[in-house]
Nanobody, 123 residues
Framework: QVHLVESGGGLVQAGGSLRLSCAASGPSVSSYAIAWFRQSLGKGREFVAS????????DYADSVKGRFKISRDNANNTVFLHMNTLQLEDTAVYYCVADTSISKVRGGASVYWGQGTQVTVSS
């Protein structure tokens, strides 16, 4: 059983930055691929970024490329989402997702989800 806890959300002005953290626990969790998804009011969950278990393979949604960066610290079982140049459209609840399969993680098909952290970008 993998347990995921997100933190780091909050209120930030447009153009600002935030760093989200996803603390993972469970057996062999450092071997899991991790993704970030987000969901804004009235919309479905949207893929944001993913990283393979070793962090060498990364993928980003077009809407965040060049602004967001995913990284992981396997020694501490933590995955980060560094968000820069935040826009109003980035306002959402952000979730981390884990799976041994990176394709499942990218597709949001994993059973392991965190509870989410709210990011609000103001003008």
């Amino acid at each position: 059983q993998v347990h995921l806890v997100e933190s780091g959300g909050g209120l930030v002005q447009a153009g600002g930055s935030l760093r989200l953290s996803c603390a993972a626990s469970g057996p062999s969790v450092s071997s899991y691929a991790i993704a970030w998804f987000r969901q804004s009011l009235g919309k479905g969950r949207e893929f944001v970024a993913s990283a393979s278990w070793n962090g060498l393979v990364k993928d980003y949604a077009d809407s965040v490329k060049g602004r967001f960066k995913i990284s992981r610290d396997n020694a501490n079982n933590t995955v980060f989402l560094h968000m820069n140049t935040l826009q109003l459209e980035d306002t959402a609840v952000y979730y981390c997702v884990a799976d041994t399969s990176i394709s499942k993680v990218r597709g949001g098909a994993s059973v392991y989800w965190g509870q989410g952290t709210q990011v609000t970008v103001s003008s």
